[in-house]
């Protein structure tokens, strides 16, 4: 359980980040030390997309607060979604 209070509370910090500055926080050397810790855990959530890994809840939640973030996935060519299993 404190693992997903601890998560929530970062979605919340990215999703403040996001209607403060309007825009995705960024993990490269070129943002600032309050903003690089943001972009690190987004990225690490289209990590774990990317590798199926992200479960389905916490998918939904990210889609939820922060629409658009999956489709920053470098090289994606569309937004990432989880696979829908045969379902339409």
Request: charged share 25%.
């Amino acid at each position: 359980m404190h693992d997903d209070q601890r998560w929530s509370a970062h979605l919340a910090d990215v999703a403040r980040f996001c209607q403060e500055r309007g825009h995705f926080p960024r993990s490269t050397y070129l943002a600032d030390l309050s903003e690089r810790p943001l972009g690190q855990w987004l990225a690490h959530q289209r990590r774990e997309l990317t590798a199926h890994s992200l479960p389905r809840p916490r998918l939904e939640q990210l889609d939820n607060l922060l629409p658009g973030w999956a489709a920053t996935i470098r090289g994606a060519k569309e937004a990432m979604r989880w696979p829908t299993d045969g379902l339409s």
